[in-house]
T-cell receptor, first 115, second 114 residues
Framework: EPEVTQTPSHQVTQMGQEVILRCVPISNHLYFYWYRQILGQKVEFLVSFYNNEISEKSEIFDDQFSVERPDGSNFTLKIRSTKLEDSAMYFC?????????????FGDGTRLSIL | GENVEQHPSTLSVQEGDSAVIKCTYSDSASNYFPWYKQELGKGPQLIIDIRSNVGEKKDQRIAVTLNKTAKHFSLHITETQPEDSAVYFC?????????????FGTGTRLTIIP
């Protein structure tokens, strides 16, 4: 079964540094998402992306965050200047969209640790 | 925006018994309610979902019920097994042909006692 893959599985970064988290969504999917899960808390929506632009973003997704689909397969989340409170699991998800109501498929996440 | 409440936060069940997890949602426009299972070190995995035009759905040992009037939906796991131990999240959404954001509940840590 096709999977959403995320790399790296664990990223350790100094506060203030830039970090890029990478995702390869399922190949025929058109809608892409990033979610965040702080340790022991619920999964929170960050941003949705379709047709090479952001569809919706949450309050968490401030100017320090950006997303990009640099080619036909990758979908990235960049945090420009990381803060301690950015430490969390970051999950990428994708869905084909359209009629049929296919569910969102999640990757196994990247654990981001800010020192 | 949508708000989803989930309880209990932890649940311990003897192997073979049933487990029930309950969620409420706030936005009456929400029309799709998935349940995700999250094992340690893994991403959320969809286990069952229900749409607002259906009151109940069953898949082997797992069932979900939806009460639109009360804005409640519940996950039922029967004949629980050790591999059912995980964190379970409910979610609610207004489906719009793929452009959507899932609003998750706070999660239930289910432990099956052998």
């Amino acid at each position: 079964e096709p999977e959403v893959t995320q790399t790296p599985s664990h990223q350790v970064t100094q506060m203030g540094q830039e970090v890029i988290l990478r995702c390869v969504p399922i190949s025929n999917h058109l809608y892409f998402y990033w979610y965040r899960q702080i340790l022991g808390q619920k999964v929170e929506f960050l941003v949705s992306f379709y047709n090479n632009e952001i569809s919706e973003k949450s309050e968490i997704f401030d100017d320090q965050f950006s997303v990009e689909r640099p080619d036909g397969s990758n979908f990235t989340l960049k945090i420009r200047s990381t803060k301690l409170e950015d430490s969390a699991m970051y999950f990428c998800a994708s869905t084909p969209g359209g009629v049929g109501n296919q569910p969102q498929h999640f990757g196994d996440g990247t654990r981001l640790s800010i020192l | 925006g949508e708000n989803v409440e989930q309880h209990p936060s932890t649940l311990s069940v003897q192997e073979g018994d049933s487990a029930v997890i309950k969620c409420t949602y706030s936005d009456s426009a929400s029309n799709y309610f998935p349940w995700y299972k999250q094992e340690l070190g893994k991403g959320p995995q969809l286990i069952i979902d229900i749409r607002s035009n259906v009151g109940e759905k069953k898949d082997q040992r797992i069932a979900v019920t939806l009460n639109k009037t009360a804005k409640h939906f519940s996950l039922h796991i029967t004949e629980t097994q050790p591999e059912d131990s995980a964190v379970y999240f409910c979610a609610a959404i207004l489906r719009d042909f793929g452009n959507e954001k899932l609003t998750f509940g706070t999660g239930t840590r289910l432990t099956i006692i052998p």
